[in-house]
Nanobody, 121 residues
């Protein structure tokens, strides 16, 4: 089983910054992530990809709408990733979810419960 937990959400004014943290752990066998990612879902909208990071080579990918403002990073030892969000906009308001894709899996199969980010104008 894989446990995924996000933290760091909150309320901030437009132009402000927040840092999200995602910690993942596995029982029974090593977690062995192939990649970890952030997604978000705003009320009435579909879930959308925000950013991801590959475990093998540290390759990072971003949605166009967050490029230059958000930075994904990982802890060198722990199965933990971060999302540093700067120059936040009201349209960034959403529940942010962390997801894990383990080695051998085709897609992100393990999800956290989300953390709310609210950006006021």
């Amino acid at each position: 089983q894989v446990q995924v937990a996000e933290s760091g959400g909150g309320m901030v004014q437009a132009g402000g910054s927040l840092r999200l943290t995602c910690e993942a752990s596995g029982s029974g066998r090593p977690l062995s992530p192939a990649a970890m990612a952030w997604f978000r879902q705003a009320p009435g909208k579909e879930r959308e990809f925000v950013a991801s990071i590959r475990w093998a080579n540290g390759g990072k990918y971003y949605a166009d709408v967050v490029k230059g403002r958000f930075t994904i990073s990982r802890h060198n030892v722990k199965n933990t990733i971060y999302l540093q969000m700067t120059t936040l906009k009201p349209e960034d308001t959403a529940a942010y979810y962390c997801a894990v894709k383990r080695v051998g899996e085709d897609d992100y199969s393990h999800w956290g419960r989300g953390t709310q980010v609210t950006v006021s104008a």
